[in-house]
């Protein structure tokens, strides 16, 4: 069979991973010859692309990035791209598809399965919030950055008693800031999911720094807002491809902070950090366990689903089931944060 493979949307630590196992699942279980599609669903539109072999998968696992390349771009009828990978398909005699994606992606990969190829998709996002799956590639990479970085954080707030804020990506979705925010001792963590009182938080500030501690973390998420009729003003900056511009939240809130408390406050925006570099063995071994997951999906005759992790097992999800949908960050989570504040 000859099966092509993409990645698209962000890029995130893990990806190189998946690919690797997705061609050497292929040729080695089943014979199958690889085709990967450059830059997302804009080279299966433009018939860009490089055949995969073993050979070209020597010493993918450390690579970051993705060695296919990656665009936000997904097909659709409204301007004939859709029918410009199903030509793509027909041309290269492509029976089936793994695209590796966050939700735009998977999304496209429907409307292809719909069209008739074979389609199995693999969740990578570092926000962590495609629904159906408890962990997406790139995500534990990211908490491992932002934690570090909070590590970091601690010592130079210490040593020059100042309030320090830390933005995160996660745009609809706080799973970094909680995750990083508990793994690295926040004192504050601010996610979209839960509008934020500015009132509030500089009280909490101010009684930590009375009572016994002369520094502080804040973690936000980039997407993180404050509640309606709250006394700060602000609003969401967002760049011409709809991401959010970096630094908007960080740098408001820690105006604010500084204004109304008088502790010297900074603003550290990690930004495309968190998705670049090496990958943790985590998003290498989940980028892996998808990839051989996806081919033997294809070979027993799944389409139209996602490779998932669910209570330690890789299962498959309809993609109809999850597109369009957002996997937010449970109550219990945030409490969590909140308790050990
Ligand atoms: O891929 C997800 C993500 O990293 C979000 O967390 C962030 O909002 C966005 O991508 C940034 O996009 P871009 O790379 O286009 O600036």
């Not at 599609?37 to 690579?63: H, I, V, Y």
């Not at 010592?155 to 970094?176: F, K, L, P, Q, Y």
């Not at 939240?249 to 902070?257: F, Q, V, Y």
């Not at 330690?312 to 219990?332: F, M």
Request: charged content about 20%; some cysteine.
């Amino acid at each position: 069979m000859r099966i092509g493979v993409l990645t698209g949307g962000g890029d995130c630590p893990g990806l190189n991973a998946a690919i690797r196992a997705v061609v050497k699942r292929a040729e080695l279980e089943y014979g199958d010859s690889i085709l990967g599609f450059k830059n997302g669903w804009k080279g299966a539109a433009e018939g860009d692309l490089m055949p995969l072999s073993r050979a070209t998968m020597r010493n993918m696992l450390p690579q970051g990035g993705t060695i296919l390349g990656t665009a936000r771009f997904h097909p659709s009828t409204k301007d004939g791209s859709l029918d410009q990978v199903l030509r793509t398909m027909e041309a290269e005699h492509v029976e089936a598809m793994v695209c590796i994606g966050g939700d735009g992606t998977l999304k496209a990969a429907n409307r292809v399965a719909e069209a008739g190829i074979k389609m199995v998709g693999i969740p990578k996002t570092i926000d962590n919030d495609v629904v159906g799956t408890e962990l997406s590639i790139g995500f534990d990479t990211a908490v491992s950055i932002a934690t570090e970085a909070i590590d970091r954080l601690h010592t130079t707030a210490e040593s020059h008693n100042r309030v320090m804020v830390v933005e995160v990506m996660g745009h609809h979705a706080g799973w970094i800031a909680i995750e990083s925010g508990i793994a690295g001792g926040a004192e504050v963590v601010l996610t979209p999911e839960r509008p934020f009182d500015i009132d509030e938080i500089c009280e909490a500030l101010k009684h930590r720094h009375r009572s016994h501690a002369n520094y502080s973390i804040i973690v936000v998420a980039e997407g993180a807002e404050p509640a309606e009729g709250t006394s700060m003003e602000y609003k969401t900056q967002y760049s011409v491809n709809g991401s959010i511009v970096p630094g908007s939240i960080s740098e408001a809130l820690g105006r604010e902070i500084a204004d109304r408390t008088g502790f010297e406050t900074r603003v550290t925006v990690l930004g495309h950090v968190q998705r670049g570099g090496t990958p943790t063995a985590a998003d290498r071994i989940l980028g892996s366990r998808f990839g051989v997951a996806a081919v033997d999906a294809i070979h027993s005759g799944h389409t139209g689903v996602i490779t998932a992790l669910q209570q330690e097992k890789v299962v498959l999800v309809p993609i109809d089931e999850i597109a369009g949908k957002l996997k937010t960050v449970p109550e219990e989570l945030i409490q969590t944060a909140q308790a050990l504040a």
